[in-house]
C-alpha cells in the first residue's frame, strides 16, 4: 500500500508521452535520427520507456482509488485564463473509472509500441511514427485525466488529430489518404454535437468542471430539457468516436493505418474514448430517461448491425472492424441499462483480446503479405504461436467459459435481463452473430490449405513475395503471447465483484439506486456460452467442412463409417443451415448496401453538394471588375431596403 | 507638444520612410560600389521604423501618455495602442518576409517606404475620432496598398492593382456619401458629438441615418472584405506579390475592423440605431461564412484559396461585432472577441502566407496540387503551414481554437445561437480544404527531390508566427486581458 | 434663394451618374472619371450641408477640400497603373482585363 499519489505524478502520467513525443520531433527535425543504427530506433525505446514509466505511475494511481473505493481524489483545479467574469481551469482527476482507463491505456499502449518494433523495422516513416503513437497515447491519457469537459474537448480533438495522422500513415496509398479524412470529416460531425452540449451546459449552468456538472445533474439542479439536450449531444460526439451507428462508416475504411495502429485506436485510445465519455457523464445520462434510451438503443443497432456485416467481410482487418464497432454497441447499451461497472468492464478485456486479434493479423499479414481471408489458409501449420494466440483471442470475443470476454459479456447479458428484457434478447443475438464470424475468420485464416498470400507492399518486405509463411519474429510474439495470457486471465478480477465497485464509486451518492444491479444467473451464462458454442459449430459447418472432407478423402480415416453417418444426417440440417446461411448473407448484404448506398451516400451526397454550389459559385467571380461593382452597389440597395422596409412600404402605402 | 508625442508611432513610420527613400538616392549617388550593402540596409531601416514604433507604444503605456491629440482629431487610447502593435508587428513580419522577395527588384526602398506608410495610415484609422481623418487614414492606406499591388508591373499584378484601385475608389466614394449624411443630420465630424446628436434623435432622421450606416458599411465593407463587398478579394490576393496578399489579408482587414468599431460602437453606438447595424452584420456574417467556405473548396490556386478562407474569416469576425449591439455586458464580450480574433489571425494567416511564399518561390507555382510531398523536401516548412492551417480550421492548441470558442461562446451569450450553429457548420466545411493542403504535402509524392530552403530572414518570420500562435493557443491570457482593455474603451 | 433640397437632389443625380458611368463605361480611365464624378456628388452635399445648415463652422468646407485634394492624388495613380496595364495588354478596357478569375 501506497501514499495517496500526488498531484505531481499524476500529471507525469500525461506528460511523459507527451515529452517522448517532444523529444523525438526535435530530434527528427535536428537530423539526428538518420544515421546509425542506435539512433535510428531510439525513437522506440524512447516511447518504450515513457508509455512504461506512465504505465507503472497508473498502477500507482489504481491503489490510490482502490484505498478509497473508488472515490475521486479530486485536485484542486488551476487557473488557466481568466477573462473578465470567464474563467477557464485546467486540473486532473483520479478516481475509478479513470484509473481502469489509465492501465487500460498505458498497458495496451505499451505493448502495442513494443510489437510495432518488429512491425515497423525499416519502415522509412519510423520515426514519424513513434512520435504519433507517442502524441496518440499521451492525448488518450490526457483525456482520461481532464478534470473539465473543455479540457477534456481539447484532447479528444487531439486524439482524432492523430488517429487522422495515423491512419493516413502509408499515404501514399490513395485509400489511405481517403479514409483518414473520412474519419476525420465523420468524427467532425459527432463533435459538433459535443461542442454544441458543451456551450449548453456553460451557458446554463456557468459550469464547466465535470464534478460539478454530474453534481447539479444528480440532484437536480438543472433543467430536465437542458440534461436531455446535454446528454444527446455529449452521446453525438461520443457517436462519431465510438463508431456509433449512423456514424460508424469511417471506422471500416480506417483500417488503412499500419495494423498496430489499428489495435491501439481499436482497443484502447480512440474509439473507447466515446464510451469513455458516456460513463464519464453517466450520472447525467441516468438521470435523462430520453437520452438513456437513445444510448441503448443506438448500443443496440450498432451491436446486431456490425456483427452481421462482419461475416460478409473478406478483408480480415475488416472483419474486426466491424466486430469493434459491435463490441462498441454492447458497452453503449450495457451503459444504457444502467450497467456501468459492466459497460467499463467490458471495455477493459476489450481491449486485450482486441489489441490480440488485431496484433495476430498484423503478423498473418507480415507473414503472407494481404489481409485478404481467401488468399490465407492453413497458416496454422506454418504459425502456431500467432494461430494460437489469435484463436484464445477468438474464443475470448466469443465469450467462451473461462475466458475474459466470457465473464465481461455474461454480466452485461445479467443486468440487461434484470432491467431490460427485449435487450437482453438482441445481445443474445448479438452474441450468436459474433460466434459466426469469428468461427468463419479462424477457419479462413488458420485453416485448409494455404492459397499463396500477396505482395507485401509495406516496410522491409516492400514488394518481396513470401515464398512461404512464415512465423514472425519474437518482439511482435512476445506482445502476442502476453495478451493472450491476459486475455484468458483478466476476467478473474472481477469475479468478486470488486471492480464494479471502484467503477461506481464515483459516482453522486443520488445516482445510486438508478444504477443497474444484477446478480449471478446460472442460466444465463450456460445459454450465452451455448449460443456462442451453437454459432462456432454454424462457423465450422460453412467454411471448414470442405477442407475436413478433403482430408476424409485423401486419409481414409478408421470412422468413415461415422463420417459417412454424419454427413447423411447432416444432409437436412446442412440443406437448411445452407439456406438459412444465404438468407443471412442476403440480409447483411443488404445492409451492407444500406451502409454503403443511403449512408455513404448522404455524406457524399452533403459533400458533393458543396462541391457544385462552389463550382457554380465561383463562375460568378469573373474577373470583371465592374461586376464587382455592381455588386457593392446591388447589396447596398438590397441592405437599405430590407432595413428600411417599413418606412418604402409606408411610402408605397401599403 | 503632447499632440507629436502621442503622434509619435505614426509619425516615426512615416519619418522612416522618408529616410528610406533618401538614403536611397544617397545609394545611388555613391554609385556600384556600395551597391551590395543596399537592400540588407534598407530592410534593416525599415525594421527599425517598425520597431521604434512598437516601443514608442510602449513607452507611451509606460508614461501613461494617453489622451486626446490634435484638437480632438486623434485619440490614443487601449484601443488605439492595441492596433498599434498589431499593426506595427505585422508591418515588421512581412517586411522580414519581403527581403528574399525583392531580391531582384529595383525598387526595394519605395516598396518598404510604401509598406511603412500604409502602416501609418492603419494606425490612424484606428486611433482617429472625426470622419476628416478617418478619410485621409483610409486614403493614406489605400493609396500606398494600390501600389503595393501593381508593384511587380507584369500583367497580373497590374491587373489586381487596377482592380483593387477601382473598387477601392469606389467604396471610398460610397464611404465618403454615408460620411457626408452624417455629417448633414449632426452637423459635425466628431464621432463623440455625431453620437450624442444621434442619441437624442428623433424618429424623423431614421431614414437618412440608416442611408448613412448603409453607405458606411458598404464603404468599410470593401476593407474587411465582406459579402457583397468581398468580390475583389480572389482576384486581388491572387495577382498581389505574396507578401503584400498577406499584408492585405491582415493589416488593411484589421484596419477596416479597427475603424467599423470606433465609428459604429461611437457615433451609431445608440439603440435605436444599433440594432439595425448588427442585424446587418449577422446576416452579412453567416453569408459571409458560408459563401468563403464553400468557394473556397474548389480553388486550385493557395493564395486564392486563402482570399477565400480570409472572406470567411472575416465572416467570422462579424459575429462579434453583430453581438456588440445586444445587451449591454456583452458590449465588452463581441468587442474584444473581435479584437482577439483579429490578434490570432494575424499570426496565423502571416504564418501561412510565408509558407507560401517560402515554398512557391522554390516550386514556382502557386497551385495546391504542386505542394505535393513539400513535407518530404522541407519539413519544417511543411510543419509551419500545417499548424497555421489548423490554427486557421480552429483545433487545439492552436490560437485558432481559443478565438473560435471565444466568439461562438460571445454569439450563445448574446442570443444569436443561430449565428453560432452557422460558424459551427462553416468550419467544418473549413477543414474539408485546409487538410486538402495539409493532405497533399504529407501524402503525395514529390515532383522532385530537392529540398526547400527558405532564407534567413523569412525562416524567423515563420518562426515568430509560428511560435506566436502556439503560445496564444497554450498561453491566451495575455492577449485575451490586452483586448479586454482595449474593448474596455467602448465600456 | 435656392432651398437645399435642389442641391442635395442634385447631387444624387451626380452620384447615379457617376455609378452609372463606373458600371457601364468600359474605358478605364472614363470609369475613373465616373468615380471623381461620384466624389464630387459628395462634395456637394459637404458644401450644402455646411452653407445652409451649419453656417457657424467650417468643418464641411475643410472636408470637401481635403476630398477633392486626395481625389486628384487618387487620378493620378490610376492614370498610372492603366498606362501599365495598356503596356502590358494593350487595351485599356477593363471587361478584357479578366486574366485572374474564378
Given at each position: ?28 527535425l ?33 491503489d ?22 470567464l ?21 495496451v ?15 522509412p ?30 484532447f479528444?480533438e487531439l ?24 474519419a ?69 475504411d ?5 495494423t ?71 458497452m ?7 450497467a ?91 452474441v ?123 486419409a ?88 428600411l ?10 | ?27 545611388a ?11 540588407p ?119 489586381a492593382?487596377?482592380?483593387y ?19 448633414g ?47 475583389w ?16 489579408s ?26 439595425d447595424?448588427?442585424t ?104 509551419g ?45 473549413a ?20 529540398s526547400?530552403?527558405?532564407g ?36 | ?34 468615380v ?11 458644401i ?26 487618387e ?28
Amino acid at each position: 500500500m501506497l501514499n495517496q499519489i500526488p498531484e505531481g505524478v499524476v500529471w507525469a502520467i500525461l506528460f511523459l508521452p507527451f515529452g517522448s513525443f517532444a523529444v523525438i520531433s526535435l530530434a527528427a527535425l535536428l537530423g539526428l535520427t538518420r544515421t546509425g543504427s542506435w539512433e535510428a530506433r531510439f525513437s522506440g525505446y524512447l516511447t518504450m520507456a515513457a508509455i512504461a514509466a506512465s504505465f507503472l505511475l497508473s498502477l500507482w494511481a489504481l491503489d490510490s482509488v482502490l484505498q478509497e473505493d473508488g472515490a475521486r481524489i479530486g485536485y484542486d483545479a488551476h487557473e488557466w485564463v481568466t477573462v473578465g467574469s470567464l474563467r477557464f481551469d485546467i486540473g486532473v482527476t483520479v478516481d475509478g473509472l479513470t484509473a481502469i482507463m489509465l492501465i487500460v491505456v498505458t498497458s495496451v499502449s505499451l505493448l502495442v509500441q513494443f510489437y510495432s518494433q518488429g512491425y515497423m523495422r525499416g519502415d522509412p516513416g519510423y520515426n514519424r511514427y513513434y512520435a504519433f503513437m507517442s502524441l496518440f497515447t499521451g492525448s488518450m491519457l490526457g483525456l482520461v485525466l481532464a478534470s473539465n469537459i473543455l479540457q477534456l474537448f481539447v484532447f479528444w480533438e487531439l486524439v482524432g488529430l492523430c488517429s487522422y495522422l495515423l491512419i493516413g500513415f502509408w499515404f501514399y496509398r490513395d485509400s489511405a489518404r481517403r479514409a483518414a479524412t473520412k474519419a476525420f470529416v465523420v468524427t467532425r460531425i459527432g463533435d459538433l454535437g459535443f461542442l454544441s452540449a458543451i456551450l449548453l451546459i456553460w451557458t446554463k449552468t456557468d459550469q464547466l468542471d465535470i464534478g460539478q456538472i454530474q453534481h447539479l445533474a444528480a440532484t437536480g439542479m438543472i433543467g430536465s430539457s437542458v440534461i436531455t439536450w446535454f446528454a444527446l449531444g455529449l452521446f453525438a460526439g461520443a457517436a462519431g468516436k465510438s463508431a456509433q451507428f449512423p456514424l460508424h462508416v469511417w471506422l471500416p475504411d480506417a483500417m488503412e493505418g499500419p495494423t498496430p495502429v489499428s489495435a491501439l485506436i481499436h482497443a484502447a485510445t480512440m474509439v473507447v474514448a466515446g464510451v469513455y465519455l458516456v460513463a464519464r457523464f453517466f450520472p447525467v445520462f441516468i438521470v435523462s430517461e430520453e437520452a438513456i434510451n437513445a444510448v441503448v438503443v443506438v448500443g443496440a443497432i450498432t451491436a446486431i448491425m456490425a456483427a452481421s456485416l462482419a461475416i460478409v467481410a473478406t478483408d480480415i482487418k475488416r472483419v474486426m472492424a466491424y466486430s469493434t464497432i459491435s463490441q462498441l454497441g454492447y458497452m453503449m447499451m450495457a451503459l444504457g441499462v444502467g450497467a456501468i461497472g459492466a459497460a467499463i468492464f467490458h471495455l477493459f478485456t476489450h481491449a486485450f483480446f482486441k489489441a490480440l486479434l488485431f496484433l495476430g493479423a498484423g503478423s498473418v499479414n507480415h507473414a503472407t503479405g494481404t489481409f485478404d481471408m481467401r488468399k490465407m489458409g492453413g497458416l496454422a501449420r506454418f504459425m502456431p504461436v500467432t494461430f494460437l494466440t489469435t484463436t484464445v483471442a477468438g474464443l475470448a470475443l466469443v465469450g467462451v467459459f473461462p475466458l475474459a470476454g466470457f465473464w465481461s459479456k455474461d454480466e452485461i447479458l445479467i443486468e440487461a435481463w434484470a432491467e431490460k428484457p427485449l435487450i437482453f434478447w438482441t445481445a443474445l443475438a448479438g452474441v450468436f452473430l459474433t460466434a459466426v464470424y469469428v468461427g468463419r475468420m479462424l477457419f479462413l485464416t488458420f485453416g485448409g490449405e494455404y492459397k499463396g498470400g500477396e505482395a507485401s507492399d509495406h516496410g522491409a518486405q516492400a514488394n518481396s513475395r513470401p515464398a512461404e509463411p512464415h512465423e514472425s519474429p519474437w518482439v511482435m510474439l512476445l506482445p502476442l503471447v502476453v495478451l493472450a495470457t491476459l486475455a484468458t486471465t483478466v476476467g478473474f478480477v472481477n469475479i468478486t465483484g470488486g471492480m464494479n465497485d471502484i467503477l461506481e464509486g464515483w459516482l453522486p451518492e443520488e445516482t445510486h439506486e438508478l444504477v443497474a444491479a444484477g446478480d449471478f444467473v446460472l442460466w444465463i451464462s450456460v445459454v450465452s456460452v451455448a449460443v456462442g458454442l451453437a454459432g462456432l459449430g454454424l462457423a465450422w459447418a460453412i467454411y471448414s467442412r470442405k477442407a475436413i472432407r478433403a482430408e476424409e478423402v485423401s486419409a481414409a480415416l478408421e470412422p468413415v463409417q461415422v463420417l459417412l453417418d454424419r454427413k447423411y444426417y447432416l444432409d437436412d440440417l446442412y440443406e437448411t443451415v445452407i439456406v438459412k446461411g444465404v438468407i443471412m448473407r442476403g440480409a447483411a448484404a443488404a445492409l451492407h448496401a444500406w451502409d454503403r448506398y443511403v449512408i455513404d451516400g448522404v455524406v457524399n451526397g452533403l459533400a458533393s453538394l458543396m462541391r457544385f454550389s462552389s463550382e457554380k459559385y465561383r463562375l460568378a467571380q469573373s474577373g470583371q471588375a465592374q461586376l464587382y461593382g455592381a455588386a457593392i452597389f446591388i447589396g447596398v440597395i438590397v441592405i437599405v431596403a430590407s432595413v428600411l422596409q417599413d418606412e418604402l412600404l409606408g411610402i408605397v402605402g401599403l | 507638444m503632447d499632440s507629436v508625442n502621442r503622434f509619435g508611432p505614426e509619425l516615426i513610420l512615416l519619418a522612416m520612410a522618408a529616410v528610406i527613400i533618401l538614403a536611397d538616392i544617397g545609394w545611388a549617388l555613391a554609385g556600384t560600389g556600395a551597391e551590395r550593402m543596399r537592400r540588407p540596409a534598407l530592410g534593416a531601416l525599415a525594421l527599425t521604423g517598425t520597431a521604434a514604433s512598437i516601443i514608442w507604444s510602449a513607452l507611451l503605456i509606460a508614461f501613461d501618455e494617453q489622451g486626446e491629440a490634435f484638437s480632438g482629431m486623434i485619440r490614443v487610447d487601449d484601443f488605439a495602442l492595441f492596433f498599434n502593435f498589431l499593426f506595427a508587428g505585422t508591418a515588421a513580419i512581412v517586411i522580414l518576409a519581403s527581403i528574399d522577395f525583392l531580391r531582384r527588384n529595383r525598387f526595394v526602398a519605395e516598396y518598404y517606404a510604401l509598406i511603412l506608410a500604409s502602416t501609418a495610415g492603419m494606425m490612424l484609422l484606428a486611433s482617429t475620432i472625426d470622419l476628416i481623418a478617418i478619410f485621409v487614414a483610409l486614403e493614406l492606406t489605400g493609396i500606398s496598398l494600390y501600389i503595393l499591388v501593381a508593384f511587380m508591373k507584369d500583367g497580373r499584378s497590374s491587373e489586381a492593382g487596377l482592380k483593387y484601385l477601382l473598387l477601392g475608389a469606389i467604396s471610398s466614394a460610397v464611404a465618403l456619401y454615408g460620411m457626408a449624411y452624417l455629417f448633414g443630420i449632426t452637423g459635425s465630424t466628431s464621432l463623440d458629438e455625431i453620437g450624442l446628436v444621434v442619441s437624442e434623435a428623433n424618429g424623423e432622421t431614421r431614414s437618412a441615418l440608416v442611408l448613412a450606416m448603409v453607405f458606411l458599411i458598404a464603404g468599410f465593407g470593401f476593407k474587411m472584405a465582406i459579402v457583397p463587398f468581398q468580390m475583389w478579394v480572389p482576384d486581388v490576393y491572387e495577382g498581389a506579390p505574396t507578401p503584400v496578399t498577406a499584408f492585405l489579408s491582415v493589416g488593411s482587414k484589421a484596419a477596416g475592423f479597427a475603424v467599423v468599431m470606433r465609428i459604429f460602437l461611437t457615433a451609431l453606438g445608440d439603440g435605436s440605431i444599433s440594432s439595425d447595424w448588427a442585424t446587418v452584420f449577422a446576416i452579412l456574417a453567416a453569408i459571409s461564412m458560408s459563401l468563403g467556405n464553400i468557394t473556397a473548396l474548389v480553388q486550385g490556386n493557395i493564395k486564392r484559396m486563402l482570399g477565400y478562407s480570409s472572406i470567411a474569416q472575416a465572416g467570422t469576425f462579424l459575429i462579434g461585432l453583430a453581438v456588440v449591439a445586444a445587451a449591454d455586458p456583452q458590449l465588452l464580450l463581441g468587442t474584444s472577441a473581435v479584437l482577439f480574433f483579429l490578434g490570432t489571425y494575424a499570426f496565423t494567416n502571416l504564418g501561412a502566407f510565408i509558407a507560401v511564399i517560402a515554398i512557391s518561390s522554390k516550386i514556382g507555382s502557386d497551385q495546391i496540387a504542386d505542394y505535393a510531398g513539400v513535407a518530404k523536401r522541407s519539413p519544417l516548412l511543411a510543419l509551419g503551414l500545417t499548424i497555421c492551417l489548423l490554427s486557421l480550421t480552429g483545433i487545439p492548441p492552436t490560437a485558432g481554437f481559443i478565438a473560435k470558442v471565444y466568439v461562438f461562446n460571445a454569439a450563445v451569450q448574446a442570443d444569436l445561437v443561430w449565428l453560432a450553429i452557422v460558424g459551427v457548420l462553416n468550419s467544418v466545411v473549413a477543414a474539408y480544404y485546409y487538410l486538402r493542403v495539409v493532405l497533399n504535402m504529407y501524402t503525395a509524392e514529390p515532383a522532385s527531390e530537392e529540398s526547400i530552403q527558405p532564407g534567413y530572414y523569412l525562416g524567423l518570420a515563420m518562426v515568430v508566427a509560428v511560435v506566436g500562435l502556439l503560445v496564444i493557443g497554450i498561453f491566451p491570457s495575455p492577449l485575451l486581458e490586452a483586448s479586454e482593455a482595449a474593448a474596455r474603451v467602448f465600456g | 434663394m435656392i432651398p437645399i433640397e435642389n442641391f442635395l437632389v442634385l447631387s444624387s443625380i451626380l452620384f447615379s451618374i457617376g455609378i452609372y458611368g463606373v458600371l457601364a463605361r468600359r474605358n478605364a480611365v472614363l470609369i475613373i472619371m465616373s468615380v471623381e464624378l461620384m466624389l464630387q456628388a459628395v462634395s456637394i452635399n459637404f458644401i450644402a450641408f455646411a452653407v445652409y445648415l451649419y453656417p457657424e463652422q467650417f468643418t464641411g468646407l475643410i472636408f470637401a477640400i481635403f476630398v477633392i485634394t486626395i481625389a486628384a492624388a487618387e487620378v493620378g495613380l490610376a492614370l498610372g497603373i492603366i498606362l501599365r496595364i495598356f503596356r502590358n495588354k494593350g487595351t485599356s478596357n477593363v471587361d478584357e482585363v479578366d486574366m485572374l478569375k474564378w
